[in-house]
């Protein structure tokens, strides 16, 4: 049963959310976890975004993610590659053990349930919620749930919105393409990736290799023409044949998935229109992944009898509201490498920005690891944000907004807030 007070609230359970509530929980803080769908891990499990990317060898606040992997791993929903990235999740299973992994030490969970108002006592905040779970919630507490502190974890600033707070976003031509991701399964990867190595030799682009008794695999094409991509000749003659349009083709990458011996993710389609509707989006994207399917099954070997297992609950979505806190990290912070004495993420990832327009994207590497410093995820005394809604420039979230950077805020804050909490309580 959910209680009336909190040290902590976390509205939103993906994966910045779910590190800063195990992480809080686990260091003896009472905290609340809440998430509108009816399972947590966001954006692996809800928007399919797999495999998670690699990072600096030297990242900090990894404990979460490195635990998630072991528990994932036991029960076969996790690989590391030869790199040694071992963010290869798979994305039904990552639920089932983020499930395990936050009940372990405590927290209490509130699913298909969101904040709809919060009003402000003193130091404290009292939330109202929205929730289906009528056996663990009575109704009379829900206008009446405290907490000395609130973390916006939503990916899209929800809280900080009700909250009136303010944004860095005011430049609206700063944007990025959405994607909506699905899995094809029935494919013989044995054939597939014996085929793919063969005809593209470009190893920075396709990449095979065994792990966990699995084959982990890689590839891409982009319409980009200022890159030679092996793949091209198969999509010009997708289009010629009208299987695929042009703009299917704007951006293609597909991984294999842990766990599994037949299906592949794709990382697309990306949707160009950056002013359509989320709804329009999603009707958009579903329409795209029936005919990129086409084209797979007939141009790629293995994938004859392949078809549509999973599409994307959510769509991927790169940048949204940026909050304002008490520091805005900058692309000049990144990329001077500038040192901060309380870092929340050490990374050299680089700035990662997709365009609708052909040559257009950007993806430039850094000279030297850079660190986020937790006043980037302050917003006031009481109030944080996680995840991509960080008080950052839009070049810098741009690098920040990968899943092991958004694990280590979450963790970083959970820290933070127990280490405060703890303070007070002296």
């Given at each position: ?29 009472k905290v609340l976890l809440i998430e509108k769908n009816s399972f947590l891990g966001g954006s692996i499990t809800s928007s399919l975004v797999i495999p998670a990317m690699k990072t600096s060898e030297n990242a900090i ?137 063969e005809f593209d030799t470009d190893r920075n682009v396709t990449t095979v290799c065994y792990a966990d008794n699995t084959t982990l695999l890689s590839t891409a094409y982009t319409w980009d023409e200022n890159v030679n ?197 002296q």
């Amino acid at each position: 049963m959910i209680n009336k007070n909190y040290d902590v609230i976390i509205a939103g359970g993906g994966t910045a959310g779910c590190a800063c509530a195990y992480t809080a929980s686990k260091l003896g803080l009472k905290v609340l976890l809440i998430e509108k769908n009816s399972f947590l891990g966001g954006s692996i499990t809800s928007s399919l975004v797999i495999p998670a990317m690699k990072t600096s060898e030297n990242a900090i606040n990894t404990n979460f993610f490195n635990i998630l992997f072991d528990e994932l791993h036991k029960i076969g929903g996790a690989s590391a590659y030869i790199d040694g990235n071992k963010g290869w999740f798979n994305p039904e299973l990552t639920k089932i053990i983020l499930d395990k992994l936050l009940k372990s030490v405590g927290v209490d969970i509130l699913f298909e349930s969101n904040i709809i108002k919060i009003d402000k006592k003193l130091s404290s905040y009292i939330v109202a919620i929205d929730s289906n779970n009528t056996n663990d919630i009575e109704y009379s507490l829900l206008s009446c749930i405290e907490t000395r502190h609130l973390v916006d974890a939503t990916g899209d600033a929800e809280i900080c919105k009700i909250l009136n707070c303010e944004f860095l976003n005011k430049n609206q031509n700063q944007t990025q393409p959405i994607n909506l991701r699905f899995i094809m399964s029935g494919i013989n990867i044995k054939l597939f990736s014996d085929w793919l190595t063969e005809f593209d030799t470009d190893r920075n682009v396709t990449t095979v290799c065994y792990a966990d008794n699995t084959t982990l695999l890689s590839t891409a094409y982009t319409w980009d023409e200022n890159v030679n991509w092996a793949l091209k000749p198969l999509f010009r003659q997708g289009i010629e044949q009208k299987i695929i349009t042009e703009d299917d083709s704007n951006y293609f990458q597909i991984f294999s998935v842990a766990g599994t011996l037949d299906s592949v993710a794709f990382n697309c389609p990306r949707i160009l229109d950056t002013s359509i509707s989320r709804s329009d989006a999603y009707i958009k994207g579903r329409e795209c992944i029936l005919r990129l399917s086409h084209f797979c099954r007939k141009f790629f070997p293995g994938f004859e009898n392949a078809y549509i297992s999973s599409i994307a609950n959510s769509l991927g979505v790169r940048v949204s509201n940026r909050v304002k806190g008490k520091y805005i990290y900058t692309q000049n912070d990144l990329i001077t490498g500038k040192r901060f004495d309380n870092p929340v993420v050490i990374s050299n990832y680089p700035v990662d920005i997709h365009s609708s327009e052909k040559n257009s994207s950007k993806l430039e590497k850094v000279n030297q690891e850079y660190m986020l410093p937790i006043e980037s995820l302050i917003v006031n005394d009481n109030l944080y944000v996680i995840g991509r809604c960080i008080s950052a420039e839009f070049e810098a979230q741009a690098a920040l907004r990968i899943i092991p950077s958004c694990f280590s805020m979450g963790e970083g804050l959970g820290k933070y807030l127990a280490k405060i909490i703890g303070e007070s309580q002296q």
